[in-house]
C-alpha cells in the first residue's frame, strides 16, 4: 500500500474543479492506473497520487441497493438469438448467457481467472491433465442439483467431428471430460495446455443442466431465471433469490429486459430519453451527445479488439516481400487511432496482441513498433517490389473499417502506388471475400489470452490463419508457452512470438479498439472486463440500480 | 357472376403462391453462401461447417430441399428457422399479431382522415385549403418515412418526453397502454401513407368531376357538394380503395425502416433478418404471408369496386 507524506495533498485538499475532473476520469472508465498516470505526469508522487484516486473512489462508491428494472438494448439481434452456449454469436447472446448459466472460472479485471462453479484447479506435471473440484450445494432454476454430471455433459458438447460448438477450436486438444466424483471432474487433453481455465471462462464454456436439448427455456444456475427469451424480440430475466454466490449482496436489480434496436441512432435517442439504462456499441460520431447529455454517460473499456487489413502471403501481390513491408510503413498508426477512434484505444504493431492484454502484451517487442511511419523508405520499398498497383476488399465489418483503407490509400498515393479500394456489402463477407480475395480485411474480437488470440489468427495451420503467414519458429514457442507454468519464462516465449509475428505476418494492424457502449449515470458497479462489450459481459450479478 | 369471379382470383392466387415460393428459393440460392455459412461467420472451420450443413438438411441438393420444404408445409409444418433453430411459428406468431395491430390502427386513422381531406381539396380545387393540403401531402411523399420518424422521436420523445422513443410491448398491456406506447411509429406512418392516399382521392374525384354526366348534374342545378358526395366519389371509390389495398399491403411487409427505428418486432424486419441469414424456411414463410396479404386485399379492392360500380358487374 502506499503511504500519504506530510505535504501530500489528499482528494478533498483539491479544488472542487479538480476533484470533478477525476471523478469524472473514473467514472467515464479510466482505471485507477490510468488516473495515477495523469496525476503523476502533472507531478505528484507516487503516494500522494494513490491518495487522491482512492478518495476519488471512495466519493464514488457507495453501497449497492437492491431492486428495480433495467433495460437494456443491442446493436445486433434476429432469429439467431440463442440461449444454446455452443452456438453464442452476438454479445448480447453473450449477456443472455451471463445472467442465465455460470462458468467453471470466471474472469477478473487482469484477465487472471477466479473461482465460480470450480472452486479449485490444478494440473499434472506435465499439463495434460486438469482436474477441477466442483461448488457443493448449488442448484438449478428448477431446483436440481449441480453436479460433475452436469459439466461432463455440458463440456463434451464442445468435442468431436459432429459438435457444432462454436468455440471448438480453443478446446480441439481436450480429448476426453472425465467424472472423477460427484464433485469432481477432469480434463485429459492430447497435449499440454496450461490456459485451459481461462478458456473455461470464455463465453461458450457455460454449464447448462445434464441432458439439456431444447434451449427454447433452459434452466441454469446463474443470477438471473430466464422468464421469457424470443428471438429477434426479447428476453426478460427474473432474480434468482436462491444464487449460490454470497460473497456479495447481488444479483441487485430485481428484473432485466434485453433486446435490439438496431439502428445507431435510435438506440441513442431510446437512451437519452430514459426508454433503456443500458445501450451496447456507442457509434464514436455519438460521443458528444452522450456526453452532453445528464441522463446518459459513455462507459468505454479499452480492449484488444482490433480491425486489421490483411495481405495473403500466398497470392500476388502479397507474396513479395517488400510490396508487404512498403505498405506496412505507409500506415499513420497515431492519426487512425485520433481521427477514427476518437483517442480511445492504442497503437497497434502488426500483430493481434495490445497492452489491454495486460501482463501478456510485451512491451520490448512493441514500442516503438516495427514498422514506423516512413513514406521515403515505404516509396523505395515498393519501387523495388516492381508493384505499382493493387485492389483491397473492403467491408464495414469493424466500425471505421472503410475510412481506415480509405486513409492508407491516400498515403499510397502520395508515394505513386495505386491503392484500389474495392467495396463490398457486409453481408455474405466471411464466407465470400475474407481469406479468398488477396486482399481484405477483418476484425477481432479480444481473445482472453496472447496465446490464444496468436493460435486462433497466426498459428501456421490455423484454418482463420488469414495471411497465411507460415512459422515454424512461432508455432513452436506457442505450445512451449502452452506447456509452461512459469510466467516469467512464458512472458520470454511470448515476447519472441509478438516479435516475429509484427516482423512477419501480412496484417496491418494500426490500432486496438476500445469497446464503447453507454449507459444512464443511475447504473452502478460495472466490473471493467476488457474481453468483450460492456466490460466483458460480467455485470449481471453485479450492477446495481440508484434510483 | 361474383362468386365465379372470387374463385377464379383464389385460384390464381394459389398459383402465384407457388410461383413466388419457387421464385424465392432461386433468389436464395443465387445469394452468397448459405445459412451455415453466415451463421458460423469468421468461427466457420470446414469440419463446423460440414456439421452444420448436415444438421440443417444443407448438404441435400437443392430439389430435395424445396421438396421437402413442400411437403412440410402440406401437413402444415413452416419448419424450423436455419439461423437459430427456433420453429417458424414461434418466431412468426406474435410478430404477425403486432404488425396486424399496428396496420389495424394505422388504417383506422389514415384511411377515414384520407378520403376526408381528399374529399375537402376536390371540393374546392384551386383555393386555399386545396393548396395547403396538396402542396402538404407532395411534402410529405418526397420527405424519407425514416426522416419523418427521427425527427418525430427527437421532438416528441427525447425534447418533450410526451412518449416513448422504442416501441416496445410485453404483451401485457391493455389497447389504450398499447396506442400510446405505439404513438410515434403509427403517427409517422399516418403521415406517409396518408399522403398518397389524399392525392389519389383528390385526383380521382377531380378525374370524374370532368365526365359529362357531371356537367349534366351541373346544368341541372345540383350543388356541387351532392354531386360530389353522390355522383363523383362512388365513381372513383374503384382507383381509390385500390390505393388504399397497396397502402395496407405496404403497412404488413414494407415497414422494415420503421420497425427497425423503432424496434417494433414486425414481420417486415423478420423477412430482411431472414435474407440476411440465408434463412430458407424463414424467407418462405414470410413470402408467403405477404403474397397472400397482397392476393386478399387486392381481391377485396376489387369486390369493393364492382359493388360501387354496376357497369363492371355486367362486362360486354
Redesign the interface.
Known sequence: MTTKRPGDLGFNDLSSMDREVIKSALRQGATRREVMGYLMASGATIAAAGTIVTGAQDALAMTPKKGGQIRFAWDLHGPSDTLDPILFTSSLDYGRGRLNYNNLTRFREDLTVGPELATEWEANADVTEWTFKLRKGVEFHDGSKFTADDVVYSMKRHLGKESLSKAKVLVATVKDWVKVDDFTVKAVMEEPNAELPIILGTFHFKIVKNGTTDFSAPTGTGPYITKEFKPGVRSVHDRNDNYWNTDHEGPYVEQFEAFGITDNVARVNALLSGDIQMMAQLDPKALKQIEDSPNAEVFAVPSGAYPTISCMLDKEPGNNPDFVMGLKHLQRRDRVLKVIQKGIGAIGNDQPVGPAYGADWCKAANDPVAFPYDPDKAKSLLKKSGITGAELHVAEVSPGMTDMCLMLQRECTKVGFNLQIKKVPNDGYWGAVWMKQPMNVSSWNMRPSANIMMTLAYKSDAPWNETQWKNERFDKLLAMARAELDASKRAEMNCEAQKLCAEGSGSLISTHRAYIDAKSPKVKGFPRVPIAAFGGMEWPEFIWLDA | MMSQMIIRRIGIGIILLWVVSVLIFALTQV???DAA????????????LA??RK?LGLDKPWYMQYLSWMGNLFTGNLGI?A????TIE??IG??IGNTVFMTGIVALISIPLSVLLGLLAAMFPGQLLDRIITSGTLGLIAVPDFFVA?FL??LL??SL?LV???S?L?GTEGFWRSVYVLALPIATLVIVVSAQMIRMTRAGILNVMGSPYIEMAILKGVPRKTIILRHALLNAIGPIVNVIALNLAYLVSGVVVIE????Y?GLAK?MV??V??R?IP?VQACGMIFCCTYVILILIADIASILSNPRLRHPK
Open positions: 445469394l452468397p453462401g455459412q453466415i451463421r458460423l461467420g469468421q468461427q466457420a472451420t470446414p469440419e463446423t456439421a452444420l444438421e428457422s439461423a437459430g433453430g427456433a414461434s418466431l406474435n410478430r427521427i422521436i427527437l420523445a427525447v418526453g416513448p422513443a422504442v416496445y410485453s427497425t427505428i423503432f424496434a418486432p423478420l433478418d431472414g440476411q441469414t434463412d424463414l
